[in-house]
């Protein structure tokens, strides 16, 4: 098994920036992705990156690209994602998640590719 502990949520206002952090423990594999997903109130789960453990590929959303930036710790488990210029509609509870499957890396933008996830944690801008 393996778990995934999201931190780093918070409140922040329009334009600010926020680092948020994935750790991983338990069993590990030699070739995985990460990802981050988020859920705004009334909205469905969406995509919004994920990097390739082995080589450190990266795939983001087009409504993040530019603003967001994902990156990981080998030693140390983790996957961060590092928020900036973060807009009202930024806010929503975000997860992350890891995948066992070795796919073009495109196709991690969908949930069903992920085996495991986190339980969350809320980010919040004001504007």
């Known amino acids: 098994q393996v778990q995934l502990v999201e931190s780093g949520g918070g409140l922040v206002q329009a334009g600010g920036s926020l680092r948020l952090s994935c750790a991983a423990s338990?069993?590990?594999?030699?070739?995985?992705?990460m990802g981050w997903f988020r859920q705004a109130p009334g909205k469905e789960r969406e995509f919004v990156a994920v990097?390739?453990?082995?080589?450190?590929?990266?795939y983001y959303a087009d409504s993040v690209k530019g603003r967001f930036t994902i990156s990981r710790d080998n030693a140390k488990n983790t996957v961060y994602l590092q928020m900036n210029s973060l807009k009202p509609e930024d806010t929503a509870v975000y997860y992350c998640?890891?995948?066992?499957?070795?796919?073009?890396?495109?196709?991690?933008?969908?949930?069903?590719?992920?085996?495991?996830w986190g339980q969350g944690t809320q980010v919040t801008v004001s504007s």
């Open positions: 338990g069993r590990t594999f030699s070739n995985y992705a």
């Open positions: 990097i390739m453990w082995s080589g450190g590929s990266t």
């Open positions: 998640a890891l995948s066992k499957s070795a796919r073009l890396i495109f196709r991690f933008q969908s949930q069903r590719e992920y085996d495991y």
